[in-house]
């Protein structure tokens, strides 16, 4: 038996379990198939006694079943999680003893785990569940302790309403038992929760058990059976599409447990998630529980602590979002810029934008994630913690980047809670009166400063950029940028270093680039004594920056010398613990 992860989407994964030479697509159900609950026809994953190529059971520490040939979930032996330590460090050493390619885990005792298992099932999973701190804390511990490579079996769990969830938690099986449970209330699972059958007059379902007007147990079930699959498969293309937080949020908002999870995850765990989220992305689709989510916070905590504001930049000019993204592709900031582009020193203007959930972005770092792909109801309504983030947030910034003088473009219910700077906003930013207002307090402040060429001021964008994206210049002094925003180049003394990717908004670089990137030993990645031409295969990595995140660019090194450049597909921790899996997807490679 094996696991690898083959695609990560913020804390989540897709992963294919090979089990007696079937191979499975993870997160995946578990099937309960007996001779009484027959599995659906669609299931390929069986948890079973009677089926060969099924994984079966053998019973608990009190009432042990002979055992099975293959793969087997060892006997267990569990005390309920509230039990003290000690008890749970007894059961340690007897689950460890009978652990194979299975094991069965408490949270509350990791410390003695069997390496060679391959799936981990997390004890008292079903009582761990309706305490939303307890079941997070436990699969946090869980985790942390048995690492990526490790498939995570959370038994009992598995209703369509808590997929999303539970793969957000890094669980990578759940089972069909909930299914069969509900079925026998009478009760049919959909993704966004459960209902009696009294109360489903119409049915809104049409598979193709619902398509028949009988009731019955084994009709709810298939429809059970139907919804957890339906969202199963919504689940895994929400990963593939890096959209999966999305879809957590929207269940989140027809079930308060599950969005007091999210809550939890968010306020107290944002390393965990934030080292396995990886700097690339879908959609970020914003609802309330977006303000905290990983990528947003660590766009916020980089603008703080690694982004640098373009040196020529003096004057700070405070501008709103467009529902259009880039911004600057948007019309109210084309009315912006002109008026900019009008005053005498365009080039000492920084335009930067106050926004929720992000809070505020320079204009150099629209076209990054998630700047550029997030879309949220704009009411003109800021909640108060939206209100206390952005002004915590503009606070630390102009206390780190310092200017001469700030204009103030915000509409009137911003500028009242954001209340610095000469205020030039009446009515509607791009209304006649405010772009003269804005083109007047630009023309006065602009005076005085020595004129900056755009060429000058292009370099600094990219320096900028460059702080955010690997906290620190790498760029020597003398470098040119040529070509059109935002697919710029980066050249210096006749050598291409770089270029900046729209799309991704960030620098990709070229041998030479990486080479300065080595020099300070940012994002490297040393590899075993060869020059990879398609891919780095976590087996040939022997150490990496711990702040490279999946889709990060990075350079390869062995001993001192750069061997290729490309983009990680995992996390630098995930690469230096795994012994499979491409590290790193090479662009270019040492001749
Ligand atoms: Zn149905």
Same mark, same amino acid.
């Given at each position: 038996?094996?696991?690898?992860?083959?695609?990560?989407?913020?804390?989540?994964?897709?992963?294919?379990?090979?089990?007696?030479?079937?191979?499975?697509? #993870?997160?995946?159900?578990?099937?309960?198939?007996?001779?009484?609950?027959?599995?659906?026809?669609?299931?390929?994953?069986?948890?079973?006694?009677?089926?060969?190529?099924?994984?079966?059971?053998?019973?608990?520490?009190?009432?042990?079943?002979?055992?099975?040939?293959?793969?087997?979930?060892?006997?267990?032996?569990?005390?309920?999680?509230?039990?003290?330590?000690?008890?749970?460090?007894?059961?340690?050493?007897?689950?460890?003893?009978?652990?194979?390619?299975?094991?069965? $885990?408490?949270?509350?005792?990791?410390?003695? $785990?069997?390496?060679?298992?391959?799936?981990?099932?997390?004890?008292?999973?079903?009582?761990?569940?309706?305490? %939303? @701190?307890?079941?997070?804390?436990?699969?946090?511990?869980?985790?942390?302790?048995?690492?990526?490579?490790?498939?995570?079996?959370?038994?009992?769990?598995?209703?369509?309403?808590?997929?999303?969830?539970?793969?957000?938690? #890094?669980?990578?099986?759940?089972?069909?038992?909930?299914?069969?449970?509900?079925?026998?209330?009478?009760?049919?699972?959909?993704?966004?929760?459960?209902?009696?059958?009294?109360?489903? *007059?119409?049915?809104?379902?049409?598979?193709?058990?619902?398509?028949?007007?009988?009731?019955?147990?084994?009709?709810?079930?298939?429809?059970?059976?139907?919804?957890?699959?339906?969202?199963?498969?919504?689940? @895994?293309?929400?990963?593939?599409?890096?959209?999966?937080?999305?879809?957590?949020?929207?269940?989140?908002?027809?079930?308060?447990?599950?969005?007091?999870?999210?809550?939890?995850?968010?306020?107290?765990?944002?390393?965990?998630?934030?080292?396995?989220?990886?700097?690339?992305?879908?959609?970020? &689709?914003?609802?309330?529980?977006?303000?905290?989510?990983?990528?947003?916070?660590?766009?916020?905590?980089?603008?703080?602590?690694?982004?640098?504001?373009?040196?020529?930049?003096?004057?700070?000019?405070?501008? %709103?979002?467009?529902?259009?993204?880039?911004?600057?592709?948007?019309?109210?900031?084309?009315?912006?810029?002109?008026?900019?582009?009008?005053?005498?020193?365009?080039?000492?203007?920084?335009?930067?934008?106050?926004?929720?959930?992000?809070?505020?972005?320079?204009?150099?770092?629209?076209? &990054?994630?998630?700047?550029?792909?997030?879309?949220?109801?704009?009411?003109?309504?800021?909640?108060?913690?939206?209100?206390?983030?952005?002004?915590?947030?503009?606070?630390?910034?102009?206390?780190?980047?310092?200017?001469?003088?700030?204009?103030?473009?915000?509409?009137?219910?911003?500028?009242?809670?954001?209340?610095?700077?000469?205020?030039?906003?009446?009515?509607?930013?791009?209304?006649?009166?405010? $772009?003269?207002?804005?083109?007047?307090?630009?023309?006065?402040?602009?005076?005085?400063?020595?004129?900056?060429?755009?060429?000058?001021?292009?370099? *600094?964008?990219?320096?900028?950029?460059?702080?955010?994206?690997?906290?620190?210049?790498?760029?020597?002094?003398?470098?040119?940028?040529?070509?059109?925003?935002?697919?710029?180049?980066?050249?210096?003394?006749?050598?291409?270093?770089?270029?900046?990717?729209?799309?991704?908004?960030?620098?990709?670089? #070229? $041998?030479?680039?990486?080479?300065?990137?080595?020099?300070?030993?940012?994002?490297?990645? *040393?590899?075993?004594?060869?020059?990879?031409?398609?891919?780095?295969?976590?087996?040939?990595?022997?150490?990496?920056?711990?702040? &490279?995140?999946?889709?990060?660019?990075?350079?390869?090194?062995?001993?001192?010398?750069? @061997?290729?450049?490309?983009?990680?597909?995992?996390?630098?921790? *995930?690469?230096?613990?795994?012994?499979?899996?491409?590290?790193?997807?090479?662009?270019?490679?040492?001749?």
């Amino acid at each position: 038996m094996r696991f690898e992860s083959i695609k990560r989407d913020c804390t989540s994964r897709i992963g294919k379990l090979e089990i007696k030479g079937k191979e499975i697509l #993870t997160p995946s159900i578990l099937w309960y198939s007996s001779e009484r609950i027959k599995p659906p026809l669609f299931s390929s994953f069986l948890l079973s006694l009677e089926e060969s190529d099924a994984i079966s059971h053998s019973g608990s520490f009190f009432y042990p079943m002979p055992e099975k040939k293959g793969v087997s979930i060892p006997p267990s032996f569990v005390h309920p999680y509230a039990f003290p330590p000690e008890l749970h460090k007894e059961e340690e050493s007897w689950n460890r003893e009978h652990a194979g390619e299975i094991q069965i $885990i408490s949270p509350k005792a990791v410390d003695e $785990i069997h390496e060679d298992t391959t799936i981990y099932v997390l004890s008292n999973a079903r009582e761990l569940f309706s305490n %939303p @701190r307890n079941f997070i804390r436990a699969v946090v511990d869980v985790r942390n302790r048995i690492g990526y490579q490790k498939a995570l079996y959370a038994p009992g769990l598995g209703e369509p309403s808590h997929i999303a969830i539970l793969s957000y938690f #890094t669980i990578d099986i759940f089972d069909s038992i909930p299914l069969i449970e509900k079925a026998r209330m009478g009760i049919y699972l959909f993704p966004e929760g459960g209902y009696s059958g009294e109360n489903l *007059e119409e049915m809104p379902c049409s598979c193709p058990a619902c398509r028949e007007e009988e009731r019955s147990f084994s009709s709810i079930l298939e429809h059970n059976y139907y919804a957890a699959f339906s969202e199963l498969k919504r689940v @895994r293309n929400a990963i593939r599409n890096n959209e999966l937080r999305n879809l957590v949020e929207s269940r989140a908002a027809s079930q308060p447990e599950i969005a007091s999870m999210l809550r939890i995850m968010d306020g107290e765990y944002y390393r965990f998630q934030e080292e396995r989220c990886p700097v690339s992305g879908g959609r970020v &689709i914003c609802s309330p529980l977006s303000l905290k989510r990983s990528d947003i916070e660590r766009f916020r905590r980089r603008v703080i602590n690694r982004y640098v504001k373009p040196s020529s930049a003096k004057i700070l000019l405070l501008l %709103p979002c467009s529902a259009k993204k880039p911004y600057s592709y948007s019309k109210s900031h084309s009315a912006f810029r002109r008026a900019i582009n009008s005053c005498k020193n365009p080039e000492v203007v920084h335009e930067v934008i106050v926004t929720s959930p992000l809070g505020i972005v320079p204009m150099e770092l629209e076209m &990054i994630y998630p700047a550029a792909h997030y879309d949220i109801s704009v009411t003109g309504e800021w909640s108060l913690d939206e209100r206390e983030m952005v002004k915590k947030q503009l606070d630390l910034y102009v206390r780190k980047n310092e200017y001469d003088a700030v204009i103030n473009h915000l509409p009137e219910e911003m500028a009242e809670f954001i209340d610095i700077g000469e205020k030039t906003c009446r009515g509607h930013p791009v209304s006649a009166d405010s $772009i003269e207002n804005l083109s007047k307090a630009l023309d006065e402040k602009v005076m005085g400063y020595e004129k900056i060429t755009k060429n000058a001021r292009r370099i *600094e964008n990219v320096k900028s950029i460059i702080s955010y994206q690997f906290g620190g210049n790498i760029l020597p002094e003398g470098c040119r940028v040529k070509g059109k925003y935002p697919n710029y180049k980066i050249f210096y003394r006749g050598k291409q270093l770089g270029m900046m990717v729209g799309s991704r908004g960030m620098v990709s670089l #070229t $041998i030479e680039g990486g080479e300065m990137l080595a020099e300070k030993g940012l994002y490297c990645v *040393e590899i075993e004594d060869f020059v990879p031409h398609g891919s780095i295969f976590a087996i040939g990595v022997k150490d990496a920056d711990r702040e &490279i995140r999946c889709g990060d660019e990075v350079v390869a090194t062995h001993d001192g010398e750069v @061997r290729a450049v490309g983009v990680a597909e995992m996390s630098g921790e *995930e690469m230096v613990e795994s012994s499979r899996g491409i590290a790193v997807k090479v662009r270019h490679h040492k001749k």
